[in-house]
């Protein structure tokens, strides 16, 4: 159960775009269309942003869109805002019918 | 409206039980998969236990499999976590989650957390 691999930051100025990656194995991200995706504030509850790699649950913005190809997935967030600033983490179910999360990246607006 | 509000952290020692419960409002309970996630200081998150919406079933992350008993009670709406032998390590906030489209494909609803501090 090794978390999956983020980039630690990622920044953008506003209005620009930007693509998180997220990159895990056969056995959770590359196996299955189950990956999701969280915006967390710090002392905030996370806020689901895609669910199977490419879904928005209602009231997400359009802004904010998922990928996959192989056993990484992505989440990019276009014409970024100040209020994107938050660390950002994926989540995969695995093999083993446990979740994994990313490591988390931090997304700074410049 | 959907709320999940978890109690009973606190500070313990190393070796010790704590029981972690969730009161869940606003969505029918018994239909949800639930889960716990926790997020030690300064780290991400980490999936914690997972149990099925009618309790068959349930699933353990590695580092707590044999001490945490995940367990519900759909006719009070309450998700628990029975933790036991705890470690520094297991110093964290944890959340209480809901599974919003059948296990595994994103957590929809999760609670503000209740903070657990494992130390002598």
């Known amino acids: 159960q090794s978390a999956l691999t983020q980039p630690a930051s990622v920044s953008g100025s506003p209005g620009q775009s930007i693509t998180i990656s997220c990159t895990g194995t056969?056995?959770?991200?590359?196996?299955?269309?189950?990956v999701s995706w969280y915006q967390h504030h710090p002392g905030k509850a996370p806020k689901l942003m895609i669910y199977d790699v490419n879904n928005r649950p209602s009231g997400v913005s359009n802004r904010f869109s998922g990928s996959k190809s192989g056993n990484t997935a992505s989440l990019t967030i276009s014409g970024l805002q100040a209020e994107d600033e938050a660390d950002y983490y994926c989540?995969?179910?695995?093999?083993?019918?446990?979740?994994?999360f990313g490591v988390g990246t931090k997304v700074s607006v410049l | 409206q959907v709320q999940l509000v978890e109690s009973g952290g606190g500070v313990v020692q190393p070796g010790t039980s704590l029981r972690l419960s969730c009161a869940a409002s606003g969505f029918t309970f018994s239909t949800y998969a639930m889960q716990w996630v926790r997020q030690a200081p300064g780290k991400g998150l980490e999936w914690v236990a997972v149990v099925w919406n009618d309790g068959t079933n349930k699933y353990y992350a590695d580092s707590v499999k044999g001490r945490f008993t995940i367990s519900r009670d759909n006719s009070k709406n309450t998700l628990s976590l029975q933790m036991n032998s705890l470690r520094a390590e297991d110093t964290a906030v944890y959340y209480c989650a809901r599974d919003g489209y059948s296990y595994g494909r994103g957590t929809d609803y999760w609670g503000q957390g209740t903070l657990v501090t494992v130390s002598s």
């Open positions: 989540g995969s179910y695995t093999t083993s019918n446990t979740m994994v």
């Open positions: 056969s056995s959770d991200v590359g196996g299955y269309n189950y």
